[in-house]
């Protein structure tokens, strides 16, 4: 049984959804939405009235199906705004970020064998449909993210560019460097009981330790956006991370096969499955998967 609150969370989702609504219907648009986009809200649409039906295969693979729905419904809209998307401009460039979105989350997946954050119940009891159900599930993170800072972007987030400000010396670079490595081994080096704690420390490792390598190897960067004064992509993927955890956690908390955090910290005080807390950890992970994807890239 469920034992996380869903009414708080229920009434941000509603606040979310209605604030991008009022916006996207504000902002002038390139064309209409395309096929994609309407194919990606039939599938929400239809995957929320099959698991309110119980139909057992949707319960099961409630949150790949809703997901590729949400990503092909981000993609439309955009196109719709910008007249260009990941997906229509660059479907090769898409399928690629789908792909290697399983492998980078893998790695958060190996940290939770040892830290124990979550843990994934309802499975079916087959490990091929079991193993199918995550590669589509894990497929979906990346894109859903970046499709989402690209509509947020779309729509405004970030468009006042700040001043520039002067270079990052290599010191200051070296120093965000180590600490993204420490962040990165502390916690699996220290007793579990304490590595539990330090999770959140991995969801800022990888944007510490990569970032700085990103700007050294000429790579897309964070730090040489802030450099130029600007704060689109930032924040836009700061509220990328919000939106989606958001998203992840309401359709988590309705599907049969799910995830459950077990983490020792706040779990009392639940939102949907996830602790209030750990809400935190979104919007800087949204950072690492922009800050992980163009580190593949500076490797090419």
Not at 117 to 135: E, H, R, T
Not at 148 to 162: F, H, I, N, V
């Amino acid at each position: 049984m469920n034992d996380g609150r869903p009414e708080l969370g229920v009434l941000l989702l509603h606040l979310v959804v209605i604030s991008l609504g009022i916006k996207y219907f504000r902002a002038p648009r390139k064309s209409r939405l395309p096929g994609r986009g309407w194919a990606g809200l039939a599938i929400i649409a239809t995957a929320e009235v099959l698991l309110l039906r119980r139909t057992p295969w949707v319960s099961t693979f409630f949150t790949p199906i809703v997901w590729t729905g949400y990503v092909l419904l981000a993609d439309g809209l955009v196109w719709s705004l910008e007249g260009r998307s990941r997906l229509g401009s660059t479907p090769w460039k898409f399928l690629s970020l789908a792909f290697w979105s399983v492998p980078l989350w893998l790695i958060f997946e190996a940290y939770n064998l040892r830290l124990a954050n979550w843990k994934y119940v309802g499975l079916p009891d087959s490990l091929v449909v079991s193993s199918i159900g995550y590669v589509w599930s894990f497929a979906t993170i990346w894109p859903a993210i970046l499709e989402t800072a690209d509509l947020l972007r779309a729509l405004g987030a970030g468009s006042r560019l700040a001043a520039p400000r002067p270079p990052f010396r290599p010191s200051t670079r070296l120093a965000l460097l180590v600490a993204g490595v420490l962040c990165l081994v502390l916690p699996v080096v220290v007793p579990v009981w304490l590595g539990q704690y330090l999770f959140g420390a991995v969801w800022l490792g990888f944007l510490l330790a990569l970032d700085p390598i990103n700007y050294r190897w000429n790579g897309r960067s964070l730090l040489r956006e802030v450099e130029a004064g600007q704060a689109a992509t930032l924040l836009s993927l700061l509220g990328a991370g919000l939106v989606c955890g958001i998203l992840w956690e309401f359709w988590n908390y309705w599907a049969a096969a799910r995830w459950v955090y077990v983490f020792p910290i706040m779990q009392e005080w639940k939102i949907f499955e996830m602790p209030l807390l750990g809400y935190l950890g979104f919007p800087p992970f949204a950072l690492e998967c922009f800050v992980m994807y163009e580190f593949l890239g500076t490797l090419n």
